[in-house]
């Protein structure tokens, strides 16, 4: 029997325990035994054919900006695009996109040649799958307003799957509950505009991020959802946490929904203050904050 190794090696690039922190916006997370790139569509589909029929576990890895990885080891394989899978052709208005693409680089693509419909993801720093996976938006927009469908691998074949079957609401999507499929690419539909008015919005944005955002440190985003009708950022402030430090994590005094690493933080440090928040949370106003970010390779987790 030949080694999965072997076996991986034979469909793309592969890395041998490599930490997670390496392979997340978090700069956290404990050593995963195998990383794979993929180095096509026959590739992919040999991968996951493998790793199913094997029964070894797996984690798809965009940019790792929505991950916080335990401090322990993974004892699986990491499945990533960003390598292989980056492609983008434009036809008129409309964008086919393989789903390890940067969102940032697209959105400024999409820029530069006058078409408008990304400049909300244009500080979004995940790939193209990652933000069809969690419906990434800001700004009150988000992907599902331009998506028109979505290619994904599952049970083995490549189907186009059209919008209205995403499953898509607020940082939400049919695909969170379908681990095992896997987003291939997106074709999108955008509008044309004009270059100079596109720019302005993306730069005033840029501006506005930079003035609001913890953007000098690891972190993965907004750590929780906003609440029906509130703000978690404003409940966390009520509680006392703008600034709270957890060993090498700290709730960032420029937004406090934002815990950043200061300092060579553990996993299990961002957990603390997670608890810790939600402890108090739950105390003084009876509900707890669900986590925005996920929690990748703990124990029973749970977002
Ligand atoms: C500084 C900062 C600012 C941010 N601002 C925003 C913001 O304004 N709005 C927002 O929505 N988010 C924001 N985020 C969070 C994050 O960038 C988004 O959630 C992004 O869409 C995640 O993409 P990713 O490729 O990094 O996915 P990952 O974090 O790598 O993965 C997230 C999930 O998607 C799954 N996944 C990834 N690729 C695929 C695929 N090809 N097929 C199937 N599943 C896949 C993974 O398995 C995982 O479950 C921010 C993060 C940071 C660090």
Redesign the pocket.
Same mark, same amino acid.
């Given at each position: 029997m030949r080694l999965l190794e072997d076996k991986l090696r034979a469909i793309g690039e592969v890395d041998l325990n490599r930490p997670l922190g390496t392979m997340?916006?978090y700069r956290i997370g404990g050593i995963a035994k195998y990383t794979v790139y993929p180095k096509d569509m026959l590739g992919l589909a040999e991968c996951m054919r493998l790793l199913n029929e094997e029964k070894v576990p797996y984690?798809?890895? /965009?940019?790792?900006? +929505?991950?916080l990885c335990s401090d322990d080891p993974y004892d699986g394989v990491v499945v990533r695009?960003d390598r292989f899978f980056i492609d983008t052709y434009f036809e008129d208005d409309k964008v086919v996109c393989e789903?390890?693409a940067s969102?940032i680089a697209l959105s400024y693509e999409c820029m530069k040649r006058g078409l408008s419909g990304l400049e909300f993801a244009s500080?979004?720093?995940?790939?193209v799958?990652?933000?069809?996976?969690? +419906?990434?938006?800001?700004y009150k927009s988000?992907m599902s307003e331009v998506i028109e469908e979505v290619l994904v691998l599952r049970d083995g074949r490549f189907d186009w799957v059209k919008n209205e079957e995403c499953g898509f609401a607020y940082?939400s999507s049919v695909?969170?509950e379908h681990?095992e499929?896997?987003?291939?690419g997106v074709r999108l539909q955008l509008e044309k505009s004009d270059v100079d008015s596109i720019r302005s919005l993306i730069e005033e944005r840029r501006a506005r991020?930079m003035a609001t955002?913890p953007?000098d440190y690891p *972190?993965? /985003? *907004?750590v929780f959802r906003n609440p029906e009708g509130g703000f978690a950022w404003k409940y966390i402030d009520e509680l006392g946490y703008r600034g709270k430090t957890v060993g090498g994590a700290k709730v960032s005094e420029k937004h406090s929904n934002f815990i950043i690493n200061v300092d060579h933080a553990k996993a299990s440090d961002v957990m603390s203050l997670i608890d810790s928040i939600n402890h108090d949370m739950e105390e003084r106003y009876g509900f707890v904050l669900k986590l925005?970010?996920?929690k990748?390779n703990w124990p029973n987790s749970k977002k």
């Amino acid at each position: 029997m030949r080694l999965l190794e072997d076996k991986l090696r034979a469909i793309g690039e592969v890395d041998l325990n490599r930490p997670l922190g390496t392979m997340t916006t978090y700069r956290i997370g404990g050593i995963a035994k195998y990383t794979v790139y993929p180095k096509d569509m026959l590739g992919l589909a040999e991968c996951m054919r493998l790793l199913n029929e094997e029964k070894v576990p797996y984690k798809v890895i /965009g940019k790792g900006s +929505n991950l916080l990885c335990s401090d322990d080891p993974y004892d699986g394989v990491v499945v990533r695009l960003d390598r292989f899978f980056i492609d983008t052709y434009f036809e008129d208005d409309k964008v086919v996109c393989e789903a390890g693409a940067s969102l940032i680089a697209l959105s400024y693509e999409c820029m530069k040649r006058g078409l408008s419909g990304l400049e909300f993801a244009s500080g979004i720093p995940g790939t193209v799958g990652g933000a069809v996976f969690m +419906n990434a938006g800001a700004y009150k927009s988000s992907m599902s307003e331009v998506i028109e469908e979505v290619l994904v691998l599952r049970d083995g074949r490549f189907d186009w799957v059209k919008n209205e079957e995403c499953g898509f609401a607020y940082r939400s999507s049919v695909f969170q509950e379908h681990p095992e499929w896997l987003i291939v690419g997106v074709r999108l539909q955008l509008e044309k505009s004009d270059v100079d008015s596109i720019r302005s919005l993306i730069e005033e944005r840029r501006a506005r991020r930079m003035a609001t955002q913890p953007l000098d440190y690891p *972190s993965c /985003g *907004s750590v929780f959802r906003n609440p029906e009708g509130g703000f978690a950022w404003k409940y966390i402030d009520e509680l006392g946490y703008r600034g709270k430090t957890v060993g090498g994590a700290k709730v960032s005094e420029k937004h406090s929904n934002f815990i950043i690493n200061v300092d060579h933080a553990k996993a299990s440090d961002v957990m603390s203050l997670i608890d810790s928040i939600n402890h108090d949370m739950e105390e003084r106003y009876g509900f707890v904050l669900k986590l925005e970010m996920e929690k990748f390779n703990w124990p029973n987790s749970k977002k």
